[in-house]
């Protein structure tokens, strides 16, 4: 997660997720591509949230579930590529 999300997230005091270092590597392929181009920070999201009572938490099939709350915060962002559905 970038750090602008995270920060979003924090400023919300949205619950159920805890932020970490990550480790990010540029592939031989992305480097072709784009030589030049700086990655912005990068977090791991740690969801830790509860069904009902949390913000982020992990369905019983162990996908990534989000409040209304979250999702309306993550709409500000480049989540075009997601895939949503109502639970």
Do not use: C, H
């Amino acid at each position: 997660m970038t750090e602008q999300l995270r920060k979003g997230i924090e400023s919300e005091g949205l619950t159920g997720i805890n932020f970490d270092e990550v480790l990010v590597s540029k592939s031989e392929n992305f480097l072709d591509l784009y030589p030049n181009r700086e990655l912005p920070n990068f977090f791991w999201a740690k969801i830790s949230g509860e069904l009902n009572k949390d913000d982020f938490f992990i369905t019983e099939k162990n996908g990534l579930a989000v409040s209304e709350r979250a999702y309306l915060l993550l709409q500000k962002y480049n989540i075009d590529n997601a895939d949503f559905e109502d639970l």
